[in-house]
């Protein structure tokens, strides 16, 4: 059956609850809200943190990470790390990179090596992957994670702009990714790259135009890859995570603090990501236990892409007693339509 937007538009307006009604209607129902911010349903999503996979799953490999230094890469850092992998984080900022390694080394006892690193410029790529290959030796996983992004009406979006977020995300995966593959091809060494984007690829998104057209462009530059140099040994998967309140994002795409605020109401499991999930999933896929994947890009996102795009998912708003009404409503309809065709005939 479908509904036409204006009648949608009506039920939205005249049956579902205003925000504060419904936001009553939680915290009076059987549930009981644990968390500010989560939905009642969030208890039976629980945010598993620890490492799933088996100590020392990584032990012996060399794992290179751009943006390693805050957020989703020292969280995936973190987790290699104390699942025995030598791990390289690679960034801009070199106090933050050495902060962050002395960090993860003294809780997991293994090295950890802070490169300095701009993923747009090609010279300082390959400087890194040296310093890389002189520690470690070649890296045997690479995690494409260093992003820029920031919201703009597309109209305010001066060239600069658009160059500067497709230089870091689209442009530093495939130097990165070119650089190492290139070394792993001349070694005769198999690899695993993950990169990380974002679930608005399949869709696009307002207000974050160049940022869906680079990310879109890593996912298909995965795939490409996935077929041309499977034959070298190597894979490449992305992890396309949803909404995670790490202080980077939350700064740039979330200023007032007010998105991330209401982001459990079209979250179906009710509550936000968890750096440590995205880590988990990460070491999942980089490890021999997902060998036979290759050139997917996995949603890691609570369901929250498959709610945005229901023309009608809002109606989940809506109340048992206020479900009654509309069906009422509806039965009439149909009982009016059953007597008019009858009538005709």
Not at 269 to 283: C, F, I, K, Q, Y
Not at 311 to 325: H, N, P, Y
């Amino acid at each position: 059956m479908m509904f036409c937007p204006g009648y949608r538009h009506f039920l939205l307006r005249n049956i579902t609850p205003s925000p504060a009604r419904h936001l009553q209607a939680v915290h009076t129902s059987a549930f009981i809200q644990d968390k500010p911010n989560e939905g009642p349903q969030a208890k039976y999503f629980p945010a598993l943190k620890t490492p799933m996979l088996p100590k020392d799953t990584f032990k012996g490999k060399t794992v290179f990470i751009t943006g390693g230094g805050t957020g989703l890469g020292k969280g995936m850092a973190m987790m290699l790390s104390s699942l025995g992998a030598n791990v390289v984080i690679a960034a801009r900022r070199l106090t933050v990179l050495e902060a962050t390694a002395s960090e993860i080394s003294s809780k997991t006892g293994n090295q950890v090596l802070a490169v300095q690193m701009d993923v747009r410029d090609a010279a300082n790529v390959t400087a890194a992957f040296d310093s890389c290959e002189a520690k470690f030796g070649l890296p045997n996983i690479i995690i494409n994670n260093a992003a820029g992004n920031f919201i703009s009406p597309s109209e305010r979006l001066s060239p600069n702009a658009w160059k500067t977020i497709t230089d870091i995300v689209l442009n530093g995966t495939a130097y990165v990714t070119l650089e190492a593959g290139k070394r792993l091809i001349k070694a005769n060494q198999g690899g695993v790259f993950l990169s990380i984007t974002t679930p608005y690829t399949r869709s696009g998104s307002a207000f974050v135009s160049p940022s869906a057209s680079a990310k879109a462009g890593v996912e298909t530059l995965t795939r490409s890859l996935t077929a041309e140099w499977g034959k070298y040994g190597m894979r490449f998967n992305c992890i396309a995570p949803g909404p995670i309140g790490t202080e980077g994002a939350s700064s740039r795409l979330d200023p007032t603090g007010k998105f991330m605020k209401r982001a459990h109401e079209y979250i179906p499991a009710g509550r936000l990501g968890e750096v440590e999930e995205v880590a988990n999933l990460a070491t999942y896929l980089v490890s021999d236990y997902s060998t036979w994947i290759s050139g997917e890009t996995l949603a890691l996102d609570g369901g929250s892409f498959w709610y945005k795009s229901g023309e009608m998912s809002r109606l989940s708003e809506v109340t048992a007693d206020q479900w009654d009404v509309m069906e009422k409503l509806i039965r009439g309809t149909s009982s009016r339509d059953k007597a008019l065709i009858k009538a005709k005939l």
